[in-house]
Every structure is written in C-alpha cells, then in structure tokens.
T-cell receptor
Framework: RKEVEQDPGPFNVPEGATVAFNCTYS??????FFWYRQDCRKEPKLLMS???SGNEDGRFTAQLNRASQYISLLIRDSKLSDSATYLC??????????FGTGTRLKVLA | DAGVIQSPRHEVTEMGQEVTLRCKPI?????LFWYRQTMMRGLELLIY????????DSGMPEDRFSAKMPNASFSTLKIQPSEPRDSAVYFC???????????FGPGTRLTVT
C-alpha cells in the first residue's frame, strides 16, 4: 500500500462547479500536510498547507481528518485556470516528503 | 522575492557526456532537496542537504550521480557519464527553518540521446 494515495482522475467538471479531492495517508505519525498544484511541464507550486482546524484561501478549502487519516481539498466556483494536477504531500516531521501521484482536474468551458 | 533558481532550464546531451545542473535556493533557507520526476516513477528524492551538509543521498541512483553544496546559496547535481534513462525533469527545492513548506525551482528538463 502506498503511503499517500490519491485518485488519479481525471475529474472533468464544468466552469463554476464545486469539486473535492481526497487523499489518504498511512502513517499516523505524519505531522504536516500540503496541497501542491502542478501545471503541465511546470514545477509543483505550494497551494496551501493543511492545518488541523482546516483552512480556507479564497475558493479553496482544505481539511484534515487525523482519525481517518485523510486530507481533502475543496474548490468552489471552478475556473478554467484551475485545470492542473493537484498533489497531496505529507511530511512526518523530517526531511522526507511523501508525494501522492496527483489528481488531474480539467475544468471545461 | 526570488524563488528557487535553476539552470539550465533545458539540456540536451549525448550519452556519455557530463551534465551539471545548478540550483540557488531561496535566501535564508537551510534545507535543499534534489528531485527527479518522470511519468513512470513520479517525484523521487535524490538527495537532501541541511546547512550545506548532505544528510541523505540514498535516492541517488548510482555512482554516476553526485551532488555538492559548497555554500548556502549554491548546489550542483552532476551526472557523469549520462545515459538515456537519466532523461527526466530535475527539480531543486528548499525549505526554511520555521515550517516545512517546500518551494520548488522551475526544473531542468534533461534529454540524453
């Protein structure tokens, strides 16, 4: 079983839709959690850190459920520019970052 | 605010040639990472430096790969001799001391023919 698992998608959604991704992790000692966005042929870019209390940044909301060992990302009012691959990343408090394989999102006009 | 800087952005070379990739981390960051990304294997950690010291190089594929960090603002990843299977995108990333937020450079797309 992979340490971090994501549904690869693609998720095809119309503009304006709300879409949610989940990511599960296997190591209960994991301490820090992140969502990154990666566009085709570009570097991963930090979208948001995920805190225990949940956090929101504009149209994006991230949640952490330690009991069930998953994190989620909700995107409201999807834009064409949101089309990308979203990587779930887990850190155990060391230098080792465990990357999920990513979930592809396509927002359709 | 300058992010992580990498050069070259693209490199095409012939098998057997030496390749040197360069990275300048974000100023003030004390941790530096080299990753390799391919479609088949995703993102793989090659080596991690902390305060310019290599801490974990277990991800370096073989002796053909070497990395150095002579000072806090510069690191190199060298492949000698290069092989076609080394073709990938090589990312450098850095983190600071206060959190674990990792920032990536634009990557070097390496093609070995």
């Amino acid at each position: 079983r992979k340490e971090v698992e994501q549904d690869p998608g693609p998720f095809n959604v119309p503009e304006g839709a709300t879409v949610a991704f989940n990511c599960t992790y296997s190591n209960s000692a994991s301490q820090s959690f992140f969502w990154y966005r990666q566009d085709c042929r570009k570097e991963p870019k930090l979208l948001m850190s995920v805190y225990s209390s949940g956090n929101e940044d504009g149209r994006f909301t991230a949640q952490l459920n330690r009991a069930s060992q998953y994190i989620s990302l909700l995107i409201r009012d999807s834009k064409l520019s949101d089309s990308a691959t979203y990587l779930c990343v887990v850190n155990k408090g060391t230098y080792k970052y465990i990357f999920g394989t990513g979930t592809r999102l396509k927002v359709l006009a | 605010d300058a992010g992580v800087i990498q050069s070259p952005r693209h490199e095409v070379t012939e098998m057997g040639q030496e390749v040197t990739l360069r990275c300048k981390p974000i100023s003030g960051h004390n941790s530096l990472f080299w990753y390799r990304q391919t479609m088949m294997r995703g993102l793989e950690l090659l080596i991690y430096f902390n305060n310019n010291v290599p801490i974990d190089d277990s991800g370096m594929p073989e002796d053909r790969f070497s990395a150095k960090m002579p000072n806090a603002s510069f690191s190199t990843l060298k492949i000698q001799p290069s092989e076609p299977r080394d073709s990938a995108v090589y990312f450098c990333a850095s983190t600071g001391t206060l959190d674990y937020e990792q920032y990536f450079g634009p990557g070097t797309r390496l093609t070995v023919t």
